[in-house]
């Protein structure tokens, strides 16, 4: 890493420095009038959009100094905070067009902590192929603890969008992405392992975590195939599928032998080692934004959308079943205990 010698503070450069340095880095495509009035004017052709909005908090979902050592960089979470966003956008079939952000900084932060982060948000919309999205603005505040809200815009690319609801009998289940490697990363994070005891399998997990990249073609195209129900993965399957169910009204019959295909690579074998049962890991794994979604039998699915069960009949309330054995909903929450803790013990 290179080092940068920048000591300012945000509280040296007050709100209208800090906006001059922002602005000029935070890059996306144009628009009808961006940041510096009351508001941003952005075209929406056909007369009807979707927004989502996704709230980051220190030490609630990141940490600037993990257990082990490592840290975030500004980078790191201004790349989550738009892959994440946009990732919303994506699973309701939807083209993201327009992002605005709000941070609030305490005034202790270092000045190259918030330019890092506008060059790593810039750098996710422009590496994630987010290419109609443009960076409208937003809002500064001062407070005790740092913290990012980003509001996406996204054009449908059918009359609808597609919604969790729509799942029927007879309809493949499927994901699109690979699963846990960020949750490996938040487990190697927070554990005694550090950055320099780590191989390259467990490198790229940490940067799952830090840098997920979702598939943000996938969720128009799955739209254009005639899926009937999607969302993301941000919380785990064992968590988001039951939503899924519960919303459709409808039973779930995963195969547990087609979830190792969606698994990272060697995601199974290094959360043996490190202490895990693989299968109870992967579908409690979140935040690598993957697609969870639901097709007709006998739709060509589009290429990286993985069979992974089916829709065997209705049920009130939803029902997901493992190779016949009732899955009980458990995952992230942001108002539990917290998440589970990473294993000290290493690998084999």
């Known amino acids: 890493m290179v080092e940068n010698n920048d000591d300012r503070h945000v509280a040296g450069l007050g709100e209208s420095g800090l906006l001059r340095l922002l ?30 909005i996704d709230t980051m908090v220190q030490d609630q979902d990141f940490r600037l100094r993990w257990q082990n050592g490592s840290v975030s960089t500004g980078y790191d979470v201004g790349w989550k905070s738009a892959a994440q966003n946009l990732s919303d956008i994506n699973a309701m079939g939807a083209v993201a067009t327009s992002a605005v952000l709000s941070l609030t900084l305490p005034a202790e932060t270092p000045v190259v902590w918030v330019e890092e982060f506008a060059d790593g948000f810039s750098a996710a919309v422009r590496d994630l192929r987010a290419t109609e999205c443009a960076v409208a603005g937003g809002d500064l505040s001062a407070g005790r603890e740092l913290s990012v809200s980003t509001a996406v815009t996204g054009r449908l690319v059918s009359a609808a969008p597609i919604l969790r609801s729509g799942a029927r009998p007879g309809d493949v289940v499927t994901v699109c992405g690979r699963i846990g490697a960020a949750a490996a990363g938040f487990a190697l994070l927070e554990s005694s392992v ?31 195939r005639g899926a009937t129900a999607m969302m993301d993965l941000s919380d785990g399957l064992r968590r988001d599928l039951p939503r899924l169910a519960e919303s459709s009204g ?4 995963l195969d547990a032998q087609r979830l190792e295909e969606v698994a990272a690579p060697d995601l199974f074998e290094w959360a043996s080692g490190f202490g895990y049962e693989p299968e109870d890991f992967l579908l409690r794994a979140g935040e690598d934004f993957a697609l969870l979604a639901t097709f007709p039998t006998g739709t ?7 069979p992974i069960g089916t829709i065997i009949g209705s049920a009130a309330g939803g029902m997901v079943l493992l190779d016949g054995r009732p899955l009980e909903a458990s995952g992230w929450d942001h108002f539990s205990q917290g998440r589970s803790q990473g294993s000290e013990k290493r690998p084999d």
């Open 300 to 306: 060509e699915l589009p290429e990286c959308f993985t």
């Open 23 to 52: 602005l000029p880095r935070l890059h996306g495509a144009e628009m009808l009038l961006g940041p510096g009035d009351d508001a941003a004017h952005i075209a929406a052709p056909g007369g009807s959009f979707v927004i989502s």
């Open 194 to 224: 550090s950055e320099d005891q780590m191989n390259s399998v467990e490198h790229g997990f940490v940067a799952g975590q830090h840098r997920p990249r979702p598939n943000l073609a996938a969720g128009p195209l799955a739209a254009d």
């Open 250 to 253: 409808v039973a779930v019959a």
